[in-house]
Structures are given as structure tokens and as C-alpha cells.
């Protein structure tokens, strides 16, 4: 149902948005998809409230109505529905990493723009997507970068258009990294890291603890919510995603992540796919990581110019070494 309002939007068949307002785009910028949401809350006139926090959840045992509990401008109150959706993501939690200096005014959880950090020293510790996206926008914008990573090679989850760019970055030196890293303490002006026991001062006026973050567990908790003691993702069931613990509960997005919350924007759409191709749906994908798509695909085809250039098997397809050159940049 969604897509099919997306393409209203999009089109603007609705007579309430231009074409020209929202544009069709492969790779929204946060500004371009912040335009797009609001056009979704003013086309479905949607009622937000701003600045309230939820706080708990209750039943009420008369009514079965859920009774959620929140603090606003205007102090606590409480807000009765039928049904509760938790669409709470992960961004407001970073994972911390609990050693000395990580409060320091110049450290940061949260990376936003590069400008200010031009010809600074900046160290960036993680090592999956978001290490990797502003470590390259750093550096393009004149910083001087290093990564410091727990791991000895980058994370498999960053995306299949950075990983190739921040590699090499990597292997011609013009952004420093040191793997299998541990950050022990950050000073004013140094990061402190541990590898294989020998420790080292990696200067640094900025530092961008890119260590990924968590959803608001404590939260789930005092709503009754229970999760999963292993992967943190609160019990639900898969078809309904209403949760296992109160009834007409529900989760939607990053909340259901738990602990990793890397896959959920590349990976999961293949699993999702896969999933509702076994469920008898055929699907016609058209996807630009021809490595994936062939991996999940029975049959796979190349167009040219508008033309079926190949077709077969997409088994076939990924082993033929045409392809394999031309489409998937393997020698
Ligand atoms: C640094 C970073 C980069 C990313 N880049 C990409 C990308 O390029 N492509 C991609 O597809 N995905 C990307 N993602 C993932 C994507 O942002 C998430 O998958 C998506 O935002 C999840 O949507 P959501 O609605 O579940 O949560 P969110 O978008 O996080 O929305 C949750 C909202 O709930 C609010 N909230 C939380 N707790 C409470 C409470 N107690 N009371 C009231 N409100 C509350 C939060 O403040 C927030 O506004 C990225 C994520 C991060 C962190």
C-alpha cells in the first residue's frame, strides 16, 4: 500500500503535490528525505504532537485500552489507543565505550558535517558504515583522518559503494588506519590506543566515536515489553510484528534491529525478498548490486540500451566471465 502512495507522491497524481517536490531519487540526502516525510504528513494530514517523550505503558484492566504515559512542554499525561505502535529506531542511544575522556567537548557520538573540521586532526573510531561515510566526507572536506578499529579488516555491512572508495583511501595512505585497535582513553589533544599490548598517541583535535547505538531497552522494559536476553530484539511475532508480551503492541523499524542494528538497510531487503518470493509471489527486481540480485534471483537478465543483451540462469549469469568483468568488476 505504501509504494503506492510513494508513487502519488512521486507523480504528484494527487493534485496535492508537484512533481517537482518530490523528486524521484536513488540516494535521498537527509534533507531531501526530511522534505519527502513531511509532504507525507501534510498530504495524509497527519496529527504529530512535538517534544513529548514516551515514558511507560499500562493496560487498563477495564478497558484493555493501553494507557501510554508521556512528558511534554507541558508536564506528563497520559494518551488512551486501541493500539500502540513502537517505532522508537536506535539513533538516540549510542553505544558507549566507557573510557576516560569520552565526555570531552571535543569527542562526539554523532557526526554531522565536515566543514568544521577542516584541517583538523580528526580520529574516528568503528569501523562499519558510519565510520567509513565520514571518514571519506572528512577527508574530501581537508581534515586529516585516522581509523581506529577493534577489527583487522573493515565491516562486511558498509555499503557496497563505500567499501571499495574507503578501502582504498586506506591502501594509498591519504586516510591513516590502525586494526585490531582498542581505544583506551581519549585526552585533550590524543586518543590513547592498545594494539597487541603496545600502546600508542594518535593526535587529535576532533573525535567521532562512530560505535554504532542501541534502541532504548530500559524503555521496552518499563512498557512490559519483553526482549530477547541474546540479540536484544523485543519479542514479537514475525507475521503480525505485534509483540509477544502485550497484546495490540506492535514494533515497526529499527526498533527491531536489537543489538545489530548493521543490516538493516542493505542486507534485510534481500531477506525480505527472498522471503516473500517463498511465501509464491514472483518478484521482477531491478537492482543495481547485480552481485546480490544474482545471488538471490532464479533467472537474471542484462539489458543494454533498453535491450535484453542476456538471459539466463542466474546461477549461469554469475559465473559467466563477460559478466563477471563487465558487470561485476571482478577480473
Ligand atoms: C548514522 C546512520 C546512517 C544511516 N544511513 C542510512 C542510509 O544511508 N540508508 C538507509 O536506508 N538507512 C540508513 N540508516 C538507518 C536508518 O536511519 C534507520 O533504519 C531508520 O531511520 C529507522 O527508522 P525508524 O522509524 O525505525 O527510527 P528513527 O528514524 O530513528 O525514528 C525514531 C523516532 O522515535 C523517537 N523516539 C525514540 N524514543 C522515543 C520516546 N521514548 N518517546 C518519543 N519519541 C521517541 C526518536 O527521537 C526518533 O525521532 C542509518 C542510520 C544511522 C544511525
Redesign the pocket.
Known amino acids: 500500500m505504501f509504494s503506492h502512495y510513494y508513487s502519488q507522491l512521486e507523480s504528484g497524481a494527487t493534485g496535492i503535490i508537484a512533481e517537482s517536490d518530490i523528486a524521484p531519487l536513488e540516494k535521498p540526502t537527509r534533507l531531501e528525505a526530511l522534505r519527502y516525510y513531511r509532504r507525507v504528513a501534510e498530504m495524509f494530514d497527519l496529527p504529530i504532537t512535538f517534544g513529548?517523550?514516551?515514558?511507560s505503558l499500562t493496560t487498563d484492566a477495564a478497558t484493555r485500552e493501553l494507557v501510554v504515559r508521556?512528558r511534554g512542554t507541558k508536564g506528563e499525561q497520559d494518551r488512551r489507543a486501541r493500539a500502540v505502535v513502537f517505532?522508537?529506531?536506535?539513533?538516540?542511544h549510542p553505544n558507549h565505550l566507557n573510557i576516560p575522556g569520552e565526555d570531552l567537548p571535543h569527542v562526539s557520538h554523532y557526526y554531522n558535517e565536515a566543514h568544521s573540521s577542516y584541517r583538523q586532526r580528526v580520529v574516528i573510531v568503528g569501523g562499519k558504515?558510519?565510520a567509513a561515510e565520514a571518514a571519506l566526507e572528512l577527508h574530501r572536506s581537508g581534515a586529516k583522518v585516522t581509523m581506529v578499529h577493534r577489527r583487522a579488516t573493515l565491516g562486511a555491512s558498509i555499503?557496497y559503494w563505500v567499501k571499495p572508495d574507503i578501502e582504498n583511501r586506506i591502501a594509498e595512505g591519504s586516510i591513516a588506519a590502525r586494526f585490531e585497535s582498542k581505544v583506551v582513553e581519549i585526552t585533550p589533544d590524543a586518543v590513547v590506543i592498545e594494539h597487541r599490548g603496545r600502546k600508542e598517541s594518535l593526535p587529535a583535535d576532533r573525535v567521532f566515536l562512530m560505535t554504532g547505538?542501541h534502541a532504548?531497552f530500559d524503555?521496552l522494559k518499563a512498557c512490559g515489553l519483553e526482549i530477547d536476553p541474546a540479540t536484544n530484539v523485543p519479542m514479537h511475532d514475525a507475521s503480525t510484528l505485534e509483540s509477544s508480551s502485550v497484546s495490540n503492541v506492535f514494533f515497526?523499524?529499527?526498533?527491531l534491529a536489537g543489538k545489530d542494528t548493521a543490516p538493516?538497510?542493505i542486507e534485510k531487503i534481500f531477506e525480505i525478498i527472498i522471503e516473500i518470493n517463498k511465501q509464491g509471489t514472483p518478484i521482477l527486481l531491478v537492482e543495481q548490486n547485480a552481485l546480490m540480485a544474482l545471488e538471490v534471483a532464479q533467472r537474471g537478465y542484462v539489458l543494454e540500451t533498453g535491450k535484453v543483451a542476456l538471459a539466463d540462469d542466474a546461477k549461469a549469469l554469475r559465473e559467466n566471465e563477460d559478466v563477471r568483468k563487465t558487470y561485476l568488476g571482478e577480473e
Open positions: 513529548e517523550t514516551v515514558l508521556t517505532a522508537v529506531g536506535y539513533y538516540d558504515n558510519s555499503k547505538y532504548d524503555l515497526a523499524g529499527g526498533v538493516i538497510f
